[in-house]
């Protein structure tokens, strides 16, 4: 048996991230195990730790699958555990994939012993927001911006590249709690520029109580962008936002539509077969650690060995079709940017609710 870690919320406010992450988990070992015969001559096994988005439960996470023996560590979602992680991945030496923590400056530091198989601010910023707002003209941009980590990040990639890239938009900022769920002085405070377009950099039950407000205070409309996209497949969506959730919009790496593969339409064919639901009922973060897997997988196989330095070795080389398209990390001439060991070419999606309530890519 080859045995890798998982970390991620299994229970707390963020459980649905934690089930996508399970599920993502139980198709990876069935896609390897039972499709492709194992890894190196053996089973998988995934280890799955829940930190219930807290650093200090996530440390100790690593360190006690650490002292287990895994070989690999995947997972991940949020900024503030994933730079607890990285001291102890540095420590004992323990390739670590992550998939969904998007905080730049998990690769940005030049750590050796980290990837990402998922997006981060800086493509998120450049790569799809940047170019939506020009595509559709916007000149007056309101956002409100969870006040952890992710939010402050976030807002300084937003600022520098919009500078950058000489986006000639006004735009506001207004700091929110991601679990509350009262927000019309936020809201009144971005109603001054007339917004066009409000994004919700807010990862929690928050954004619900944020698009439906949006409605009563900034009036039809604004568009408005869940940047998180999470949020948006919660069960709770709808019965909270009502109405006001036809024609919102939310960031996703999936949509049954689009298949990027042959093993894209396996994910999601088996997904729907085994959880007797659509794909879109649940996170896209369920194809991004099942990716993640798959790359430590194919690692481990050409490494020939269980070795952490070997493995790190071969996920430099990485060039592997996954469920989410086809990852491939960049290399030491990236050391000191966003783009070292980060799959440079990610798919990233903004799909929009329909009057029938149902997701369509924009």
């Known amino acids: 048996m080859i045995k890798i870690g998982a970390l991620g919320p299994r229970t707390g406010p963020y459980n649905r991230t934690g089930l996508a992450f ?8 069935k896609y390897i195990n039972e499709e492709r015969g194992g890894v190196l ?21 690593v360190e006690k699958m ?8 995947t997972g991940e979602n949020r900024t503030d555990t994933v730079l607890a992680d990285i001291p102890l991945v540095e420590k004992y030496g323990i390739p670590f994939v992550i998939s969904e923590a998007w905080c730049d400056a998990a690769t940005e530091r030049g750590v050796k012993w980290v990837f990402r198989t998922g997006t981060c601010d800086e493509l998120v910023i450049t790569k799809l927001l ?6 559709n003209n916007y000149k007056r941009v309101a956002l409100l911006l969870e006040y952890t980590g992710w939010g402050a990040a976030f807002i300084r990639t937003f600022i520098e590249k919009i500078k950058e890239n000489k986006i000639d938009i006004e735009y506001v900022v207004s700091v929110v709690d991601p679990s509350a769920t009262d927000f019309e002085s936020a809201l009144k405070s ?10 919700a950099v807010v990862s929690g039950h928050g954004l619900h109580y944020i698009v439906k407000q949006s409605r009563e205070i900034l ?4 568009h408005i962008l ?5 949020p948006s497949y919660w069960p709770e969506y709808w019965e909270r936002v009502g109405d006001a959730g036809v024609g919102a919009m939310f960031f996703t790496r999936i949509h049954p539509d689009l298949k990027y593969n042959e093993l894209t339409e396996w994910f999601i064919k088996e997904y729907e077969k085994v959880y007797n639901e659509p794909i879109t009922k649940i996170e896209y973060k369920v194809m991004s650690i099942f990716d993640s897997i798959l790359v430590i997988a194919d690692a481990i196989e050409r490494a ?5 330095g070997k493995i790190i070795e071969a996920l430099k080389t990485t060039k592997l079709k996954v469920a989410g398209g086809v990852v491939e990390f960049g290399g030491d001439e990236y050391i000191g940017t966003v783009l070292y060991h980060q799959n440079i070419n990610p798919t990233m999606l903004i799909c929009q609710f329909d009057k029938n309530r149902k997701p369509v890519n924009y």
């Open 226 to 230: 869940d940047i998180a996209g999470c």
């Open 41 to 61: 001559g053996k089973k998988l096994e995934v280890a799955y730790m829940d930190h219930r988005n807290d650093p200090k439960l996530s440390a100790m996470a």
């Open 190 to 199: 971005v109603k001054s520029i007339n917004p066009e377009l409000v994004i």
């Open 22 to 29: 399970e599920r993502g988990i139980e198709l990876a070992c």
């Open 66 to 73: 650490a002292k287990e023996g895994i070989v690999a560590l």
């Open 219 to 222: 009036g039809p409309d604004p």
């Open 304 to 308: 020939q060995s269980l070795e952490g």
């Open 130 to 135: 940047i170019p939506f707002i020009r595509e």
